[in-house]
């Protein structure tokens, strides 16, 4: 018995060769990436790249968030803005809030007149904060609730001075307040009516509060958990936490001023072919419209026909055409023609 090894055949060598060919290529192992961390930079970035900063996100949602924290920190925000707030939003815009501090007038100090004023926008940032000179003598400043006191008018702009920088202020915008209209009252001023954002009345019409005069402090102490009017009052203040409870109803508050366009049920056919069909269409609108013009003045012949028609036979009746009849002596009724006849006793 022989140990030579028999040499495969050339099928099989071909067969092997083909297996080799299509077989595929030996999966390597994948390599996990690691997350870079700005303390650990990865291998493959540059050291002259410098990472970017990201603004702090406590700025931000001062801007532009209407969270609680957000409007919490606009309530407490320092006079007349925040540091870090932006030019742009500094501005007037669109919406404003307003609030006002009377002190008395008067004998007994009951009667109320203007003192303080002040506007902010919708980042409660203080547009006009000014106190008002009074004409009458005041027998009752209010201090503990106004916080006005005889010194804070040493500086004070006259009435009409101060009325005037509210009314451009408060023109073309959305005015926000809480019982708006008596601060308006005691400014001398009128707004539109779809132009007013009553927190005191909004409130209390989608179920914020059960009163239905519900006091600025306790809105804000129930919305957005923040102490205010404990002491002496300062109508910035309450000017911003008009406009932070505004903010954070406003896209339910806003609803019922939406405006709803009113659309025209004629469907218009396009034409997307040569200019001669289109002519076409057009004579044949024009067509019918003076079809429908015929046909209105078809009806108005017939009224002005009726009324010449009556003209005329009063006309023809037994005098011909042109002369002038007594119709009222020829009705019939009695035996001289005549309908009847009066009797004048002496």
Same mark, same amino acid.
Not at 224 to 229: A, C, E, P, R, W
Not at 276 to 291: E, F, G, L, N, P
Not at 327 to 337: I, P, V
């Given at each position: 018995?022989? @140990?030579?090894?028999?040499?495969?055949?050339?099928?099989?060598?071909?067969?092997?060769?083909?297996?080799?060919? =299509?077989?595929?290529?030996?999966?390597?192992?994948?390599?996990?990436?690691?997350?870079?961390?700005?303390?650990?930079?990865?291998?493959?970035?540059?050291? @002259?790249?410098?990472?970017?900063?990201?603004?702090?996100?406590?700025?931000?949602?001062?801007?532009?968030?209407?969270?609680?924290?957000?409007? %919490?920190?606009?309530i407490l925000s320092p006079i007349p803005?925040?540091?870090?707030?932006?030019?742009?939003?500094?501005?007037?815009?669109?919406?404003?809030?307003?609030?006002?501090?009377?002190?008395?007038?008067?004998?007994?100090?009951?009667?109320?007149?203007?003192? %303080?004023v002040s506007v902010v926008n919708y980042?409660?940032?203080?547009?006009?904060?000014?106190?008002?000179?009074?004409?009458?003598?005041?027998?009752?400043?209010?201090?503990?609730?106004?916080?006005?006191?005889?010194?804070?008018?040493?500086?004070?702009?006259?009435?009409?001075?101060?009325?005037?920088?509210?009314?451009?202020?408060?023109?073309? %915008?959305?005015?926000?307040?809480h019982a708006v209209q008596n601060d308006?009252?005691?400014?001398?001023?009128?707004?539109?009516?779809?132009?007013?954002?009553? =927190?005191? *009345?909004?409130?209390?019409?989608?179920?914020?509060?059960?009163?239905?005069?519900?006091?600025?402090?306790?809105?804000?102490?129930?919305?957005?958990?923040?102490? *205010?009017?404990?002491?002496?009052?300062?109508?910035?203040?309450? +000017?911003?936490?008009?406009? +932070?409870?505004?903010?954070?109803?406003?896209?339910?508050?806003?609803?019922?001023?939406?405006? *709803?366009?009113?659309?025209?049920?004629?469907?218009?056919?396009?034409?997307?072919?040569?200019? %001669?069909?289109?002519?076409?269409?057009?004579?044949?609108?024009?067509?019918?419209?003076?079809?429908?013009?015929?046909?209105?003045?078809?009806?108005?012949?017939?009224?002005?026909?009726?009324?010449?028609?009556? *003209?005329?036979?009063?006309?023809?009746?037994?005098?011909?055409?042109?002369?002038?009849?007594?119709?009222?002596?020829?009705?019939?009724? =009695?035996?001289?023609?005549?309908?009847?006849?009066?009797?004048?006793?002496?």
């Amino acid at each position: 018995m022989s @140990n030579r090894v028999a040499k495969p055949s050339e099928n099989w060598l071909s067969l092997q060769k083909r297996l080799h060919a =299509t077989a595929p290529s030996p999966a390597l192992p994948r390599i996990k990436r690691q997350k870079s961390s700005p303390e650990t930079p990865s291998a493959s970035t540059s050291s @002259n790249v410098v990472p970017s900063v990201s603004p702090s996100p406590a700025g931000d949602l001062f801007h532009h968030d209407d969270t609680v924290e957000a409007l %919490r920190s606009l309530i407490l925000s320092p006079i007349p803005c925040s540091p870090d707030l932006p030019s742009k939003d500094r501005q007037p815009g669109p919406y404003i809030a307003l609030d006002c501090e009377m002190v008395g007038v008067g004998p007994t100090g009951e009667e109320s007149t203007l003192a %303080r004023v002040s506007v902010v926008n919708y980042f409660g940032t203080v547009l006009l904060d000014e106190f008002v000179r009074q004409k009458e003598r005041v027998t009752d400043w209010r201090t503990q609730w106004s916080g006005i006191r005889a010194r804070d008018m040493i500086n004070a702009k006259h009435f009409e001075e101060v009325q005037r920088s509210v009314a451009e202020l408060i023109n073309g %915008r959305i005015l926000v307040g809480h019982a708006v209209q008596n601060d308006l009252k005691a400014l001398m001023l009128s707004h539109s009516r779809a132009q007013i954002r009553d =927190t005191q *009345i909004l409130a209390h019409r989608h179920g914020q509060s059960r009163s239905a005069r519900p006091a600025l402090r306790n809105l804000v102490r129930d919305m957005l958990g923040v102490k *205010i009017q404990e002491g002496e009052h300062s109508s910035v203040t309450d +000017a911003r936490a008009t406009m +932070a409870i505004y903010r954070l109803h406003r896209s339910q508050w806003e609803r019922g001023y939406a405006v *709803i366009p009113i659309r025209s049920q004629e469907k218009v056919k396009e034409v997307s072919k040569g200019p %001669r069909q289109r002519k076409s269409i057009r004579t044949k609108s024009v067509a019918k419209i003076s079809m429908k013009a015929s046909l209105l003045s078809e009806k108005r012949k017939g009224v002005s026909s009726g009324l010449s028609t009556v *003209i005329r036979n009063r006309r023809n009746v037994r005098g011909g055409v042109g002369t002038k009849v007594k119709w009222w002596s020829q009705l019939a009724g =009695t035996r001289d023609g005549s309908k009847g006849h009066i009797s004048v006793v002496k």
